[in-house]
């Protein structure tokens, strides 16, 4: 596979599930990203990773947990997930995580209910 | 902080004609791209624009870049319904905190 790639393509998960969305990047880069995008508030950086360490966290609820075992693969932990967080999830990848053109995956659409 | 705006944020027109989407941001930087978001997909790179003057052209779409203006246009010429997508540009925040900031998005719908 090239590219960014994120599993599954589609959750629908309870409040008091926990699952995981996986994401992982054959590109070579050193960063990668988690955004959220709703219909309310169109691109949200959620967390950025550099080399595998956690540069920025914005503000995002502990119910998301990051996870980021080495630079090709980022996975984000989700548990006792409110209705409110159904959105299109993106995953992104940057050669460094100092700027510079971001490759998307094609997203995960959760729906929690 | 850098604060990126896109205008309009929605647009509609006929196929045919021309448009342009206009991306301003707040502080100095010299590195703009557009993407391009089509219903429940992922956001695919349309252009990268890379100092002042730069100018991108694909098919009906034309990207420029006026760093000092601090403003990048993206123009449509002839518009065919294949483009009515959502349009974001993005500019690297060079100053403090190194990183991408996306404007809102621009959905463009192109009417037979």
């Known amino acids: 596979e090239t590219g960014v790639t994120q599993t599954p393509r589609h959750l629908v998960m309870g409040m008091t599930n926990k699952k995981s969305l996986k994401c992982e990047q054959h590109?070579?880069?050193?960063?990668m990203y988690w955004y959220k995008q709703s219909a309310k508030k169109p691109l949200e950086l959620m967390f950025v990773?550099?080399?595998?360490?956690?540069?920025e966290n914005n503000s995002v609820p502990s119910r998301f947990s990051p996870e980021c075992p080495n630079s090709s693969h980022l996975f984000l932990h989700l548990h006792t997930l409110q209705p409110e967080d159904s959105a299109l999830y993106l995953c992104?990848?940057?050669?460094?995580?100092?700027?510079?053109?971001?490759?998307f995956g094609p997203g995960t659409r959760l729906t929690v209910t | 902080e850098l604060k990126v705006e896109q205008n309009p944020l929605f647009l509609s027109m006929q196929e045919g004609k021309n448009y342009t989407i206009y991306c301003n941001y707040s502080t100095t930087s010299d590195r703009l791209y557009w993407y391009r978001q089509d219903p429940g997909k992922s956001l695919e790179s349309l252009f990268v624009?890379?100092?002042?003057?730069a100018v991108k052209q694909e098919g009906r779409l034309m990207a420029s870049l006026d760093t000092k203006a601090r403003l990048s246009t993206l123009h449509i010429t002839a518009a065919v319904h294949d483009l009515s997508a959502t349009y974001f540009c993005a500019v690297d925040q060079i100053q403090g905190a190194q990183k991408l900031v996306f404007g809102q998005g621009t959905r463009l719908t192109i009417n037979p």
């Open positions: 992104a990848s940057s050669p460094y995580a100092t700027g510079g053109e971001q490759y």
């Open positions: 624009l890379l100092s002042n003057g």
């Open positions: 590109l070579g880069h050193n960063a």
């Open positions: 990773y550099s080399l595998e360490e956690r540069v």
